[in-house]
């Protein structure tokens, strides 16, 4: 389809316009129709901006996984983890406020979408005293531990913390029943210490071969 000569509608409109009617209306009900009317275009002045339907989506995703993430002030140190914790927080916020566009994430969150701010989160790293032969290690395992985790999440239902597990039948799962009756944690604060976690152990993991390497 042949491109209108002169723009009607901005890139970033479109973008915002479709999360408004994903996020409301559901994912169903998001075409390019559906995005014309909301906007009081016709349908092919959106073939100005892109070239299909995918395209669009895949800007969504960018935007929700990306540029509406804020990235924590902190300066480098040694408790670097804590800016990688405020970072996977402010990334599983952004998700959990358009839930419906969970499966838009699964399917067209763009694989360089991160890559772009790895250079300075190296540089972070490295400022904190972090070795580069981690660095790698690192950020691929918070990427992958971020989105698989709240992706995960965002397509269930919300839960509390005695359901987080949910139909946990009590008879037949009395251990899992009583971990969840204990359970002091939200899902948040579980998403929180798992992150933590994770890289805790690689610095405890990388303090021990350090002193297998000097033993």
Do not use: C
């Not at 998403?191 to 690689?202: A, K, N, Q, T, Y």
């Amino acid at each position: 389809m042949a491109r209108p000569s002169k723009p009607l509608i901005s890139r970033d409109a479109a973008v915002e316009a479709s999360i408004e009617i994903i996020d409301s209306e559901g994912l169903e009900a998001f075409s390019l129709p559906r995005l014309a009317k909301h906007m009081g275009v016709r349908a092919p002045s959106l073939y100005h901006h892109f070239s299909d339907k995918n395209e669009i989506l895949t800007e969504v995703a960018r935007f929700i996984a990306g540029t509406s993430v804020a990235r924590p002030r902190r300066r480098p140190g040694p408790d670097w983890p804590e800016y990688f914790v405020a970072l996977a927080l402010n990334f599983r916020q952004s998700i959990l406020r358009h839930r419906n566009a969970a499966p838009i994430l699964l399917q067209h969150l763009p694989r360089e979408l991160f890559v772009g701010t790895y250079e300075d989160t190296a540089q972070f790293l490295l400022d904190s005293g972090v070795p580069a032969h981690l660095h790698v290690r690192i950020l691929d395992g918070m990427e992958t531990l971020s989105i698989g985790t709240v992706l995960m999440e965002a397509m269930r239902p919300p839960s509390t913390k005695s359901t987080i597990f949910p139909n946990v039948d009590k008879t037949s799962q009395p251990l899992l029943t009583e971990a969840l009756a204990t359970n002091p944690l939200t899902q948040k604060q579980l998403f929180e210490e798992m992150v933590r976690s994770f890289l805790h152990g690689i610095i405890r993991d990388h303090e021990l071969d350090s002193e297998a390497v000097a033993g």
